[in-house]
């Protein structure tokens, strides 16, 4: 029986779903986890939309003490069953909750305006403390709240809210930082790095570092960043990153929570297709699917069963990171990508303290960046020496397709700004030695995937033969007893005729008796027999053969 509960796409407030009565996988035992861990603060790090911000304003729900009895939504929900030991924090905090993901402004000025509306609305939040507070903390409030401060009172503010908190409740302050480190990563792309880091350092040190009515802290993002010194000295700090084991099921979706959503839906025959696009990622030891990527297909399949897969995750950001890799990348950084985009892993040393500032497209360091932000997942894990190293695959279907866009962006712009006049001249002109070295040079600049080999070619030599004045390329067009691969035709004059026919050669040994094969192709199925009827007087037999990054041609001539 299908489940007919709304599926809450984008909605990062865990109390509007409980509400709505949307459908909710369950994580609050991350809450038991917090609280048998014992850390004073708490980062984890994982890829965006991978449920980062809900379990935060999960983990607020539960512990912040309220005007309004909040327990009702977690009855039936793992916490509430796992005992009074754990339910007794259930609203009895007073609770910090910021993010951070919005901080995305172009100079640092904007930045810190909008760092200081985010404070302000969050001391707004807790205002009905002030007349438990002294006249001298009640002044200092109301000025960060109304933002009429000196600016350099917000980069102690949380710290002076955890105080304030503290005299009205007499209780210990929860502090929770989503996407601590969205600032970090825009500052880094526009310019003002710098400035950046100095806020969040003096932000985090003045509440994380030397606040005595600190109960814990938990903060999130992609990366751990700890080079920059944002968390100097702060001895009382656990990193789980995707690396580690611990809370490693608390982010994503599991198989067997998967396995229970197609079943809810009724979408079972489903799964083995989810698996292939959204699922791949490892967390410590624990298979993960992409949560954002399962709901979104969810969605469309309980309505139609016959909805393809596709890819939603890489439409949530722009994926500069791939962008940069593919197009900046020098040599040895395209043949990597390569071998990831053809299946092949890659092993490279883990620097979990990774910074925006070190974070060079050639080198080692760009493969944790890809590790963190789940463009590649670790299959295997060793030490040498004082480093970790891992190796490396793609994770799924659904991030192959955003190396392999980028990939056919960087080709066709590459295309469009380099001259490929020498290239055509020598086809046109029947020179083979010519157009077999130039389609050669253009194989070795490329970086190639080969899903479908001979589709590959096929777009990779069409790409390079279209757009040139009076000619049209034609692609598997029907023409005598076949298609042949590619037609070039010369519009007006109907003077020349170019019949392209393009074969795969699994050993270089081999490319000879492929370009055999395609020339005899062509005569067998008649391709020039159309040509020949729409009078076109001279007509070039290409029997092209691939393999790998080696190509051989062959002519004939009618």
Request: hydrophobic share 35%; glycine share 6%; with cysteine.
């Given at each position: 029986?299908?489940?007919?509960?709304?599926?809450p796409?984008?909605?990062?407030?865990?109390?509007?779903?409980?509400?709505?009565?949307?459908?909710?996988?369950?994580?609050?035992?991350?809450?038991?986890?917090?609280?048998?861990?014992?850390?004073?603060?708490?980062?984890?790090?994982?890829?965006?939309?991978?449920?980062?911000?809900?379990?935060?304003s999960?983990?607020?729900?539960?512990?912040?003490?309220?005007?309004?009895?909040?327990?009702?939504?977690?009855?039936?929900?793992?916490i509430?069953?796992?005992?009074?030991?754990?339910?007794?924090?259930?609203?009895?905090?007073?609770?910090?909750?910021l993010?951070?993901?919005?901080m995305?402004?172009?100079?640092?000025?904007d930045?810190?305006?909008?760092?200081?509306?985010?404070?302000?609305?969050?001391?707004?939040?807790?205002?009905?403390?002030?007349?438990?507070?002294?006249?001298e903390?009640?002044s200092?409030?109301?000025?960060?709240?109304?933002?009429?401060t000196?600016?350099?009172?917000?980069?102690?503010a949380?710290?002076?809210?955890?105080?304030?908190?503290?005299?009205?409740?007499?209780?210990?302050?929860i502090?929770?930082?989503?996407?601590?480190?969205?600032?970090?990563e825009?500052s880094?792309?526009?310019?003002?790095?710098?400035?950046?880091?100095?806020?969040?350092?003096?932000?985090?040190?003045?509440?994380?570092?030397?606040?005595?009515?600190?109960?814990?802290?938990?903060?999130?993002?992609?990366?751990?960043?700890?080079?920059?010194?944002?968390?100097t000295?702060?001895?009382?700090?656990?990193v789980?990153?995707?690396?580690?084991?611990?809370?490693?099921?608390?982010?994503?979706?599991?198989?067997?929570e998967?396995?229970?959503?197609?079943?809810?839906?009724?979408?079972?025959?489903?799964?083995?297709?989810?698996?292939?696009?959204?699922?791949?990622?490892?967390?410590?030891?624990?298979?993960?699917?992409?949560?954002?990527?399962i709901?979104?297909?969810?969605?469309?399949?309980?309505?139609?069963?016959t909805?393809?897969?596709?890819?939603?995750?890489?439409?949530?950001?722009?994926n500069?990171?791939?962008?940069?890799?593919?197009?900046?990348?020098?040599?040895?950084?395209?043949?990597?990508?390569?071998?990831?985009?053809?299946?092949?892993?890659?092993?490279?040393?883990?620097?979990?303290?990774?910074?925006?500032?070190?974070?060079?497209?050639?080198?080692?360091?760009?493969?944790?960046?890809?590790?963190?932000?789940?463009?590649l997942?670790?299959?295997?894990?060793?030490?040498?020496?004082?480093?970790?190293?891992?190796?490396?695959?793609?994770?799924?279907?659904?991030?192959?397709?955003?190396?392999?866009?980028?990939?056919?962006?960087?080709?066709?712009?590459?295309?469009?700004?380099t001259?490929r006049?020498?290239?055509?001249?020598?086809m046109?002109?029947?020179?083979?030695?010519?157009?077999?070295?130039?389609?050669?040079?253009?194989?070795?600049?490329?970086?190639?995937?080969?899903?479908?080999k001979?589709?590959?070619?096929?777009?990779?030599?069409?790409?390079?033969?279209?757009g040139?004045?009076?000619?049209?390329?034609?692609?598997?067009?029907?023409?005598?007893?076949?298609?042949?691969?590619?037609?070039?035709?010369?519009?007006?004059?109907?003077?020349?005729?170019?019949?392209?026919?393009i074969?795969?050669?699994?050993?270089?040994?081999?490319?000879?008796?492929?370009?055999?094969?395609?020339?005899?192709?062509?005569?067998?199925?008649?391709?020039?027999?159309?040509?020949?009827?729409?009078?076109?007087?001279?007509?070039?037999?290409?029997?092209?053969?691939?393999c790998?990054?080696?190509?051989r041609?062959?002519?004939?001539?009618e």
């Amino acid at each position: 029986m299908k489940n007919y509960k709304p599926i809450p796409i984008g909605v990062e407030d865990f109390k509007v779903i409980i509400d709505r009565g949307s459908y909710y996988v369950d994580k609050t035992d991350m809450i038991r986890e917090l609280l048998d861990n014992g850390a004073t603060v708490n980062l984890f790090t994982r890829p965006r939309r991978f449920g980062k911000t809900l379990n935060m304003s999960m983990l607020q729900r539960f512990f912040e003490k309220t005007d309004e009895d909040n327990a009702y939504l977690f009855d039936g929900l793992n916490i509430s069953q796992a005992g009074e030991k754990y339910m007794q924090h259930q609203g009895q905090y007073p609770v910090i909750s910021l993010s951070l993901k919005s901080m995305k402004q172009g100079d640092f000025s904007d930045s810190f305006l909008l760092f200081k509306k985010i404070i302000s609305d969050e001391f707004k939040k807790h205002q009905k403390i002030l007349p438990f507070l002294s006249e001298e903390d009640r002044s200092d409030y109301q000025e960060i709240m109304s933002r009429k401060t000196d600016d350099s009172h917000y980069l102690y503010a949380i710290r002076t809210l955890s105080d304030c908190l503290y005299a009205a409740y007499q209780k210990k302050v929860i502090i929770l930082i989503d996407e601590y480190d969205v600032p970090l990563e825009t500052s880094h792309f526009r310019g003002f790095y710098d400035e950046m880091v100095d806020l969040i350092r003096s932000v985090f040190e003045s509440a994380l570092k030397t606040n005595p009515y600190l109960e814990f802290g938990v903060l999130t993002g992609c990366l751990r960043v700890s080079k920059e010194s944002i968390f100097t000295g702060l001895n009382n700090l656990n990193v789980y990153t995707v690396i580690n084991n611990d809370f490693s099921n608390h982010f994503g979706f599991t198989q067997q929570e998967v396995e229970k959503i197609v079943d809810d839906f009724g979408i079972q025959a489903k799964l083995l297709e989810m698996k292939q696009w959204y699922d791949g990622y490892l967390f410590g030891q624990t298979e993960i699917y992409n949560p954002w990527s399962i709901l979104k297909y969810v969605q469309s399949a309980r309505s139609n069963e016959t909805c393809p897969s596709q890819s939603y995750w890489s439409n949530t950001s722009s994926n500069d990171i791939i962008h940069e890799l593919v197009v900046n990348g020098n040599e040895e950084t395209h043949n990597q990508i390569e071998a990831l985009v053809n299946g092949e892993s890659l092993t490279k040393p883990i620097y979990e303290d990774i910074t925006y500032r070190n974070i060079n497209i050639n080198t080692d360091y760009i493969w944790s960046f890809l590790l963190f932000t789940g463009y590649l997942k670790a299959i295997s894990m060793h030490l040498e020496g004082d480093l970790i190293y891992a190796e490396m695959v793609i994770p799924n279907r659904e991030v192959g397709t955003v190396y392999k866009w980028m990939i056919m962006q960087w080709f066709d712009e590459k295309v469009r700004t380099t001259s490929r006049d020498d290239l055509f001249t020598a086809m046109i002109s029947g020179d083979v030695d010519e157009f077999e070295t130039l389609l050669s040079d253009w194989l070795d600049e490329t970086i190639s995937y080969y899903d479908s080999k001979e589709n590959y070619y096929h777009g990779f030599l069409s790409e390079l033969l279209v757009g040139f004045k009076g000619y049209d390329v034609k692609s598997n067009r029907e023409s005598g007893d076949g298609r042949p691969d590619l037609l070039v035709l010369e519009r007006k004059r109907h003077k020349l005729a170019v019949i392209l026919e393009i074969k795969v050669a699994e050993r270089f040994r081999n490319l000879d008796a492929k370009c055999d094969e395609a020339l005899q192709q062509i005569e067998e199925n008649r391709y020039e027999a159309e040509l020949k009827y729409d009078c076109f007087q001279k007509i070039l037999k290409y029997g092209v053969a691939f393999c790998d990054k080696a190509c051989r041609v062959k002519l004939e001539v009618e």
